[in-house]
């Protein structure tokens, strides 16, 4: 019969495994995050040589498009350094499947870099393709996000996502720009569209700097401070309050490509500290679990040879109802002291209101992230059905929000649940 | 490099082994069910022996202390199948951490037991024993409900943990009332805990009834119009509405017992039809993915052979943005159809969305399971730091709602988060 010790190594172990595997989730994440960073200017550069007829930009495409090769074998090596052969349960399907779609795309990804050599495609279509592809990789990033069951992790995780969204809006953003100061004259669509990316862009930098550790928020907050955003926001005022139709400087175009180069730079470095910080928590965690382990052990080993053992505690004794002190969730390793003094009660009691601990705050976490995804989908509901624009529904949801005086999440939730009962034709 | 269909088909053997594992622990779960059913009825047995002094239920109480001891043997069989071995990700580390905690409960039942027995604890702290004991056991069913991935699998667990969860407090209703027909006089604070139990009891059964499929509503629906009910509803209010300090007459004591435990039969047997429904979905769902696998299989062979295969489908045309036709989840079997007619790229879009849309849906019932864990916390936090009863900070917390016009879990998020900004020392 199995007895208390050997649940509580294994659930520990079950914490070193999750850990481990995180630990390898985020070395994908890193290489993925780098990969779109390549993308981004490759699509960037592919739209100002569409936009050129192919005279301009055509070598800095091209030394571009090699440096993407370079960064996607990475990413194909870290997919398959990924264990598919033991299966496990978790977010493990919906991880493959993502990665599975993604190499579709991959695999397709010459065909849309002959489509711009020989330009057969407008800019506004292999921009889409591109968009297509970047998508594809953010939705891995993202089943890395949903996957720690440890909240601190969790966080970062979820802090890292949106930043990486964020800086795919700012991607955007720079292409759209450049489409509309490259055609010289102001196109209410273009402007429209220039106005939601930096709406998108701005929710997602703002679920980053709610998630973010305090340093590299305000590291965020530095970096903004800087003269390239004056300058950017100098050129997006242009770019938005020009009467549709009228003209807009051509020779603005190079400028809005390097500041918005810039800043996406920027964020690359900020991007890469996440990274670091969420590498180097994921060890630091690993490090922790694994003495607890070691501890473990010794204790059930000196049970085993009947080695003098601290009295077991009364189960049902009231005093062992009073919870044990928290624990403090950064340094679990002093949290679990000299275990000589105590029971082994104490220390199972300790454990699950540790585990009990994290798991109220991963529910906190998980519940910004879900009400996140109740409000996308409810915004895709409406672009589809009533044929609005992002902006248009993100828009109507939020007006329903406070002429009703509810939460944005509660009208989305309300709108999904209207469309549950509405017959599948009208959906 | 690992293909595609490497990942398409790992990620179909990642939700077998979250199915098989799914399968396992709703054995448990069952198992843990039979158990509590019979230690609850051990519990109101101890109550009547050491209420009448040792005079009675001294044979009725050891017969039900066998029968329990018959049950328990099955949980920790049921505990020993568990693969402590090889860890795994996921609720792995918060199932063996409440596992460890009940095991330690397990060893000491038998001194709880010889205290009821030489009638050292009073009838209060024995039942305050054995409802710790049932805690333990409800808190390793309640992480069996958190842990799938398939929502209409979730969604049954859920239903199934609060049925659980209701009958249990039926059950300390059970031993309330017993204790205040025993005493022959009505008492205040007795009576309060009464109310509290049947309104627990209720928001229990309300979750499980928005959880539940149709026929177990039904089927529960059914069995609470019986005559039991309306008997033990007239008792109820006897309870309930004597003056407190005032008469009750103890012939009702036997009558009290009787009507709670037939009730709470009744109860079981709605339980072990909720059992048998998840056992039947999680073979069902493992019959289906096990075949989809096969089929992914004899493709990837086929690809190898360099056979003729549709065409893969052009990953960045338009046409392909097009999101599949929504696949019916009750039959992923069908939605499989004959896959020679498909495109790789298809089917890679399909299982992409199948995964997406029960996320979604399993996003949805979290987010309920989490409100009603926030709204829980909240009211420990009340009970705690205002000295409330359980039933008191629930109607505390209703107020404010009501008073606010918000939503009872927008008041208990305020109420957190009210705790997290005050210094240690006043929380």
Redesign the interface.
Known sequence: ??????????????????LQ?LALTSALVNATGRFIHALQRERGLSNLYLASQGQHWADERLAQVACCDELQAEV?AA??TLD??T???????????????V???L??LP??RL?VQTQVWSAA?AT??YI??INGLLAVVFEAAD?A?DPDISRRLVALFNFIQGKEFAGQERATGSALFAAGCAQADGQQRLLHLIDSQERCLQVFADFASEPLREAWAAVQRHDTQASLERLRRILATSLPGGPLDTGLSQIWFDACTARMDTMKTVEDALAAELEALCHQRLAAATRDLADFQKWQRAESLGEDLPE?G???D?GQ?APAPPVNLGHPVQAYGPQVERS??EL??E??QR??QM??EL??V??SL?ER??VE?AKGLLMAHRQLSEHEAHKTLRQMAMNQ?R?LV?VAQAVLAMAEILPPGLR
């Open positions: 019969m199995k007895s208390a010790f050997c649940f509580l190594i294994a659930a520990k172990r079950c914490e070193i495994a999750g595997q194909r997919f398959d598919t052969e299966p496990r349960a978790g977010n493990g399907a919906r991880l493959f499947s993502r990665i599975a779609y190499l579709q795309g695999d397709a065909l849309l489509r279509r889409a393709g297509r592809l996957s069951s077991h009364d189960f049902f009231e109802a082994i009660l199972v009691h454990q699950a585990l009990q798991g109220d529910d906190m998980r519940a879900n995804k109740i989908r005086n939460r509660d």
